[in-house]
Nanobody
Framework: QVQLVESGGGLVQAGGSLRLSCAAS????????MGWYRQAPGKQRELVAT???????NYADSVKGRFTISRDNAKNTVYLQMNSLKPEDTAVYYC??????????????WGQGTQVTVSS
């Protein structure tokens, strides 16, 4: 069993910053890509950013230049540094990870979500 636990959400004014963390624990052999997704009220969940095991990153156009994703493989943790936040960034942010729980079997796991609210 694998668990993803997020932290770091909260309320911030427009232009402010927040840092999200997501730690994976449990039966982990290896973690492939890790990422952050978000879902605003009445909208579908969307990709924010991903980071591969080799450090290659990918960002949604709406957050490029403002958000930075990173990971600490030794801690099985992924981070999302969010700067210059806008009210439209308000959403529940979910962590995702592709985890090998045996040398040959993997599955996709999600965190419980953390609320980010940006006031104007």
């Amino acid at each position: 069993q694998v668990q993803l636990v997020e932290s770091g959400g909260g309320l911030v004014q427009a232009g402010g910053s927040l840092r999200l963390s997501c730690a994976a624990s449990g039966s982990i052999v290896k973690i492939n890509a890790m990422g952050w997704y978000r879902q605003a009220p009445g909208k579908q969940r969307e990709l924010v950013a991903t980071v591969a095991s080799d450090g290659t990153t990918n960002y949604a156009d709406s957050v490029k230049g403002r958000f930075t994703i990173s990971r600490d493989n030794a801690k099985n943790t992924v981070y999302l540094q969010m700067n210059s936040l806008k009210p439209e960034d308000t959403a529940v942010y979910y962590c995702n990870a592709g985890v090998f729980f045996t040398p040959f079997r993997s599955s996709d796991y999600w965190g419980q979500g953390t609320q980010v609210t940006v006031s104007s």
